[in-house]
Nanobody, 114 residues
């Protein structure tokens, strides 16, 4: 199973992007979904996550600007990113977690210019 992330690109500060991530085939017993990012020279960090019941969690730097959502019928997780800042520049990775396995996407590059 491969996760296919899309929606990255180059935008100016203050603009928005929407990332999407879906698997190449069905995944069952999904517990949680999330988006991570890795900026040059930094460790990968959790940006946002959403569990089966719909509860969400965000890293402090994106609270109020980013929104994670999921479509269980399509097995797709989204990350709506508003008011982007240069500090948001990174490769963004999606993850889908089940009881027995974590699936990772290949990453999509988000570049925010000032």
């Amino acid at each position: 199973v491969q996760l296919q992330a899309s929606g990255g690109g180059l935008v100016q500060a203050g603009k928005s992007l929407r990332l999407s991530c879906a698997p190449s085939e069905s995944i069952f017993s999904i517990n949680n979904m999330g988006w991570y990012r890795q900026a040059p020279g930094k460790q990968r960090e959790l940006v946002a996550s959403i569990i089966r019941g719909g509860s969400t969690n965000y890293t402090d730097s994106v609270k109020g600007r980013f929104t994670i959502s999921r479509d269980d019928a399509k097995i797709t997780v989204y990350l709506q990113m508003n008011n982007l800042k240069p500090g948001d520049t990174a490769v963004y990775y999606c993850r889908i977690g089940t009881a027995g396995h974590d699936y990772w996407g290949q990453g999509t590059l988000v570049t925010v210019s000032s």
